[in-house]
């Protein structure tokens, strides 16, 4: 795949996997991606990999701009990412409950265990689905195959949380500029 638009024109599910930006390498969540695109080759996997080793099977791109990153997201059938608020966001704001391998610190793929945390609230609320194995990956990464896309994700539901969460955040603004200057 170049970095066109990707398409649905030969027919595949489009797998798309990114691990962000950050200078710590991510080569599990590339090598677990990688390794379902070489036994599936009836499936199209692209994977952003940052600073990670590159995919040997599947087509792998260092970084995608937000115009790249919003093509792949709207094309994918399926979304696979860290655990990064921003990058889960992107994946449901584009209709698919990703898959979420969140980096973990004691594997040098991050600072903190920030993602891990942030992973299991998400995955506990429905919002994501985590996972922590290759064998939970898979299964995972396949049920959402088998799956129409969009599976799993209410956008109405997911409206009515950011309208009330903005209106919790006024609140607060509202609250803290009627407080008295000192």
Partial sequence: MSSETPSSDRGRPLVVCTVGT??????RLVRWCDTFAADAPDVDVLIQYGSSAPPRVATGEAFWNKHRLAAVLLAAHVTITHGGPGAISDARRFGTKPIVLPRDPARGEHVDGHQMRFVGRLASSGLVTAVSSE???????????????????????????????????????????????R
Wanted: hydrophobic share 45%.
């Fill in 22 to 27: 950050d200078h710590h390498p991510f080569d």
């Fill in 135 to 181: 064998a939970e990956f898979r299964r995972a990464l396949l049920q959402r195959l088998s799956a129409p896309r969009g599976f799993g994700v209410d956008a109405e539901a997911a409206q009515i949380r950011v309208r009330a969460s903005a209106m919790r955040f006024g609140a607060l603004v509202e609250r803290l500029l009627s407080q008295p200057r």
